[in-house]
């Protein structure tokens, strides 16, 4: 039982399942529903509609590169059935499937925690700049706020390039 990808959206489509198309050049394109089919025939391009794999893959909102993607390409070449190797096979997909679920928490929790952190310098920053309003313990955490932006600000302007007027002549010379 071979399990296709939609052309458009890149679910699974089981057999006996979905639509295909054949353009005039022979290429055949397999889509789940016919919303996917619908689209595909308006020229729409999958990486524009958020529904689709296509958009969470360009957008960094699902892994692109893992070396367990390998095993899910198509091998076309006829095996002759053998037991032991079926055995191995299906727990060696197994293996591999709980690797990939791994993986993928993994990147969801640290996309998340990234998102968390800018928010939270966000909030800090308003805090900063609204810190005169404010009174009792809440001023000293703003006040010392304050201070870590205000240093991180000197550390990013140092890395930056300093234009320097040369006297006598009307030049600009460059430092790094």
């Keep these: 039982m071979r399990i296709e ?4 959206c890149s679910s699974s489509i089981y057999p006996g399942h979905g639509t295909q198309f054949v353009r005039n050049d022979c290429r055949v394109f397999r889509f ?5 089919h ?5 020229k729409h391009n999958p990486r524009r509609l958020k529904w689709t794999k296509a958009y969470r ?16 390409k198509k ?10 190797l079926m055995v191995k096979t299906i727990k060696a997909m197994q293996v591999v ?33 609204n810190s ?4 009792g313990p809440n001023k000293v955490k703003a006040l010392a706020y304050q201070k870590e932006l205000e240093a991180k600000a000197k550390v990013k302007g ?19």
């Design 97 to 129: 499937d709980r690797i990939r679920q791994l993986r993928k928490d993994r990147f969801h929790k640290q996309r998340l925690a990234s998102q968390v952190r800018k928010r939270q310098t966000s909030a800090q920053k308003e805090v900063v700049r």
């Design 5 to 8: 990808k939609c052309w458009f």
């Design 158 to 176: 140092k890395g930056k390039v300093r234009v320097e007027k040369a006297s006598g002549s009307g030049g600009m010379e460059v430092e790094e």
């Design 75 to 84: 091998r076309l070449t006829p095996t002759r059935y053998n037991r032991n």
């Design 57 to 72: 893959k360009a957008r960094g909102k699902e892994m692109t590169l893992d070396s367990t993607f390998n095993f899910e």
């Design 32 to 36: 789940c529903r016919p919303k996917c």
């Design 38 to 42: 619908k689209h595909f025939k308006m």
């Design 132 to 135: 005169n309003m404010l009174e």
